[in-house]
């Protein structure tokens, strides 16, 4: 069931000080994600919204000061999933392990660099 293993997370660390969540998986593997990329991924409703009126309208602008990307608090959400409390108030991101795992950033799954939050592989 190595499936299984590569999507369950042992341990999932929040280092608020260098901005980033460290997710050590099952099968022994550890992707470390940017707090910036996460909120910049974040699956939520209103943020695909967002990021799709910015693509289609990149001169767009946002009014407000740009989202947070201070984790403030992580709850799992099932077996299956993490949440996020993002020091702005914003915690509706739901991001699946399956999800995470895909678009792990380090050099040996993806080289050329952290790809945006792919779905489940
Ligand atoms: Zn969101
Ligand atoms: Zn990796």
């Known amino acids: 069931m190595t499936h299984v293993l590569q999507h369950r997370p042992q341990d999932i660390t929040v280092d608020r000080k260098a901005g980033t969540v460290t997710i050590r998986w099952g099968d ?35 009014p407000g000061p740009p989202p947070s990307t201070e984790i403030v608090g992580a709850e799992l959400v099932g077996n299956y999933a993490v949440r996020f409390q993002w020091q702005d108030g914003h915690g509706t991101g739901i991001f699946v392990f399956a999800s ?19 779905p489940p592989a």
């Open 100 to 118: 995470l795992r895909a678009s792990c950033p380090c050099p040996s799954c993806h080289p050329e660099g952290p790809p945006p939050l792919l």
């Open 28 to 62: 022994g593997h550890i992707s470390t994600y940017t707090t910036r990329w996460l909120r910049a991924n974040c699956p939520c409703a209103t943020c695909r919204e967002e990021r799709r009126s910015a693509e289609l309208d990149p001169l767009k602008l946002v």
